[in-house]
């Protein structure tokens, strides 16, 4: 049961996130900040993970509500509950903090945390990055991780049905 409540540690609200960012300020710490929706955990969220942990001494994730990934990835997902997404990142060594968020984009939670380091990976361009604008405007920067190729989360579902089909 520790383990789970060390992990269980890592997942904030957004008004408990705002007290730890403060806190790992006060000693000047850098923060990085990607987003997604992280249903089923594969080898290039790790590489995305592992490479946006590279750019700050705190990795704080953004995880898409249930709700919120319905309405980008369709009815039939999430396949994994917030929680479940959560805690599988959290149990991660090099994410320092993970924060479901309701709305369609993360701009609110990105202007709220207002990152060192904005990572996303590279299906995205600087133009298509919710709170680039914001996050180079108060002084950060944004990183974009090349793909690696073959692995999605939609491509495992559709491996799995068509395996059982
Ligand atoms: N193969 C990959 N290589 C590197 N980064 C990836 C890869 N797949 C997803 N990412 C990154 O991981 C984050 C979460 O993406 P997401 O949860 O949409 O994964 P996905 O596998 O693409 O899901 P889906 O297939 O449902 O769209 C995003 O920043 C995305 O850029
Ligand atoms: O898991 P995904 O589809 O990579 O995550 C989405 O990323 C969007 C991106 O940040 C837009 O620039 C974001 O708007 C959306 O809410 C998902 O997190």
């Known amino acids: ?22 806190s790992w300020r006060v000693t000047n710490k850098t923060i990085a900040f990607t987003n997604g929706c ?27 509500s249930d709700s919120s990934t319905k309405r980008l990835k369709g009815p ?5 509950h917030e929680h479940s997404r959560a805690l599988l990142l959290a149990s991660l060594a090099i ?18 945390v207002l990152p060192d380091v904005l990572v996303k990976g590279g299906d995205y361009t600087i133009e298509t990055i919710v709170g680039s604008k914001e996050v180079i405007a108060n002084g950060g920067r944004v ?23």
């Open 1 to 22: 049961m520790k383990a789970v409540n060390a992990i269980e540690k890592k997942i904030f609200t957004l008004p408990q996130l705002r007290s730890q960012l403060a």
């Open 38 to 64: 992280f249903d089923i955990l594969h080898e290039g969220h790790i590489f995305s993970l592992s490479q946006a942990a590279k750019e700050a001494d705190y990795l704080v994730v953004g995880i898409n």
């Open 76 to 80: 039939e997902r999430p396949v994994n």
């Open 95 to 112: 994410v320092d903090a993970v924060v479901v968020f309701e709305e369609d984009t993360p701009l609110e939670l990105i202007r709220a």
């Open 143 to 165: 990183v974009i991780n090349p793909i690696v190729e073959g692995f999605s989360t939609t491509g495992i579902i559709q491996q799995i049905k068509s395996s059982f089909s």
